[in-house]
């Protein structure tokens, strides 16, 4: 179907299932239980799982298939951002022109900073993109302040012309995003029994453009540019050899992966319209390479997983404070519940990153292939044990 | 006139003169084995007629162009393919794919952009590619990784590689260098059958004598940078200054 092969297909349903049904998947325990705040069922988190696993696909897309590690990315998806917000300004509130220019300026910007980054390889290139991205923030923070707003960051006013659109509201406030009249914060609650589920038009959007994004990734891992792409990253000498030049793979590879970082900052701005410098710091390129490796660099749905990892921790694991360790271990004596919420303390709330990179080095240490390797091999202990049982059963058999 | 002719050429590292004044002709349809003791140019000359060095002085002209100054994918599209010492495979890949990679490479040239179909629709391609591996008898393999093969495998899949460009002109560099004496014949009977099968012109270089006199048609004889003699290889055999080359001046 749509050009792939059967096991392809069944992964693209499987994930298309995954994230429209995300709304319920995400939001297992009942409102006002003692797990409900384990929820990730709500249109603003829901959101970020799918832009940043576009982020990440994208990413995916240069270092897993090439291997050039890039930590300069958050600079495409800042520009992105306020490509977004620069069209809300001075265009309409439809979010389709918006995304079309950030996609476009991304990837004007990415062929600069490729043509030039990849003239250099290994940690070389990783330094370079890392240079052209901090350039790139401090521009943002103060030389190029008319266009970025330096560091209040870009946002919307009433005296903003908006030629297809209008300046302002009727009732005098600023108008919000939306497609073609449908507004991108506009959600339906549900409620099930105890349980609620919130439907939000944002949410879908982004989640129908990254299965797009997704589809677009696949094809290209299984398509003869894909493959030169796996060659760049497994003998460049050979690729001479064999009558390639390498440089316009990669950088057509550099290219396609900034327009889906500047994709992925449109959607951060369609979904709250505003833009600032701090999108592009160096932490937020790291981020993505992070999101890549635990999820499993070069695998289809690794990138996606590790995004919603992350994410999910940044969110959930950052709310729970004292007062709500204080609760959970209320059952021990009291010098022992202060030691133990003392100590636990420093892994969740603030101290997340605590947690989440503790993780990180399990994760590349003992599962290299990130959570991809770890749900395959679950799958072959799965079916390992099912044939060593039914092996068992055979051998039994001439026993009796 | 050759299909590969070398005039004049001298290269320079520093203070060592790597070749001086190599004047080389191979001809159209030949096996041209270029031997010599260690240090005598034979990798720096072959790394003059790839792209990957340019010589000092001199011309290189490959079928009435000249060479020089290309990188080595615009010498490969010329027509000319190179085997190396330690196989360059792509390791990471089946050995499927990296048959489909040069002749993809040989169809579209050095960059084209093919990302609306995929690697199995290619029939055309997928086609040539299988052919080639039951040729080099590898069909069995093509899904193992590359890179998990035996030497003698690599080495194989390295030569087909090359052959599935349909080059006018094969180098190779040592090609059986650190191979069991068994995997040094399967490559010297891959090479003779290559030989009698296809309209190809070789050029080797070689350490292994045994290689070299039950190949080549002719050999070059290189000592300290520059050609000591040419003529055919039972000639060689018993050449006393190629002996003195060899083994030194007491022999």
């Not at chain 1, 330094?127 to 919307?156: D, K, R, W």
């Not at chain 2, 393919?81 to 330690?86: A, G």
């Not at chain 2, 399967?186 to 309209?199: C, M, S």
Request: aromatic share 10%.
């Amino acid at each position: 179907m749509f050009g792939l092969d059967k096991k392809d297909t069944t992964l693209l349903i499987v994930v298309a299932l995954m994230v429209l049904l995300a709304p319920f998947i995400l939001n297992p325990f009942p409102e006002g239980s003692a797990m409900a705040q384990f929820n990730a069922g709500y249109p603003d988190l829901m959101q970020r799982f799918v832009i940043f696993g576009i982020f990440a696909i994208g990413f995916n897309i240069l270092f897993g298939l090439t291997g050039y590690l890039s930590f300069g990315h958050a600079a495409f998806l800042g520009v992105g951002s306020y490509s977004a917000v620069w069209m809300f300004k001075l265009l309409s509130m439809n979010i389709i022109p918006a995304i079309v220019l950030s996609i476009l300026v991304s990837g004007i910007f990415a062929a600069v900073i490729g043509f030039v980054s990849l003239r250099r390889s290994g940690i070389y290139f990783s330094i370079l993109t890392l240079a052209f991205a901090q350039m790139s923030y401090n521009l943002a923070y103060s030389v190029l302040t008319p266009i970025t707003n330096g560091e209040t960051g870009l946002q919307l006013s009433l005296n903003d012309p908006r030629i297809l659109g209008s300046s302002a509201t009727a009732d005098g406030s600023i108008p919000v995003t939306s497609l073609f009249g449908l507004e991108m914060r506009a959600a339906e609650q549900i409620q099930i029994g105890p349980w609620a589920f919130q439907f939000s038009v944002g949410f879908y959007t982004c989640a129908i453009i990254m299965l797009i994004a997704f589809y677009l990734s696949i094809r290209i891992f299984r398509s003869p540019f894909g493959l030169m792409l796996r060659a760049v990253k497994s003998n460049q000498q050979r690729m001479n050899y064999t009558g390639l030049n390498t440089r316009p793979y990669t950088l057509t590879a550099f290219i396609i992966s900034g327009m889906y970082a500047g994709l992925a900052g449109g959607l951060l701005a369609c979904m709250d319209p505003l833009a600032g410098a701090e999108r592009m710091q160096w932490t937020a390129s790291g981020e993505v390479v992070l999101m890549t490796i635990l999820g499993g660099a070069g695998t289809l749905i690794g990138p996606v997983l590790g995004a919603g990892f992350i994410k999910y921790f940044e969110n959930i694991f950052s709310k729970i404070n004292e007062s709500t360790l204080d609760g959970w271990f209320s059952f021990l004596p009291d010098g022992l519940q202060h030691a133990v919420v003392w100590v636990a303390d420093h892994f969740v709330g603030s101290g997340w990153h605590l947690t989440l990179g503790i993780l990180f080095m399990l994760v590349v240490i003992f599962l290299p292939g990130g959570l991809v390797e770890g749900g395959q091999r679950i799958y072959a202990w799965i079916s390992g044990s099912k044939r060593k049982a039914k092996a068992a059963e055979t051998k039994t058999e001439p026993a009796e | 006139m050759g299909i590969l002719d070398v005039k004049n050429v001298s290269k320079r590292f520093g203070g060592l003169k790597a070749l001086s004044d190599v004047n080389l002709s191979v001809k159209e349809n030949t096996v041209h084995a270029i031997i010599g003791p260690n240090g005598a140019g034979k990798s720096t000359l072959l790394n003059c007629l790839v792209g990957k060095l340019i010589p000092d002085t001199g011309s290189v002209m490959f079928d009435g162009q000249s060479v020089l100054g290309r990188a080595p994918y615009e010498i490969n599209q010329m027509g000319i393919s190179r085997v190396f010492q330690t196989p360059e495979i792509f390791g990471d890949l089946t050995v499927f794919e990296n048959m489909m990679i040069p002749i993809f490479a040989k169809r579209d040239g050095s960059f084209r952009m093919h990302a609306y179909e995929t690697v199995a629709s290619e029939a055309e391609m997928v086609e040539q590619a299988e052919k080639m591996l039951i040729d080099m008898n590898m069909i069995d393999k093509r899904h193992m990784h590359a890179a998990s093969m035996s030497r003698g495998d690599k080495r194989r899949l390295e030569i087909g590689m090359c052959l599935s460009q349909q080059p006018r002109l094969l180098l190779l560099d040592e090609p059986t260098a650190g191979m069991a004496r068994a995997d040094t014949n399967n490559t010297i009977d891959l090479l003779r059958q290559i030989k009698a099968e296809r309209d190809i012109t070789i050029a080797i270089i070689e350490h292994d004598m045994h290689v070299v006199f039950s190949l080549a048609d002719r050999i070059t004889v290189l000592a300290q940078g520059t050609p000591l003699v040419e003529d055919e290889p039972q000639n060689i055999r018993g050449n006393p200054k190629v002996r003195e080359a060899y083994l030194g001046e007491s022999a």
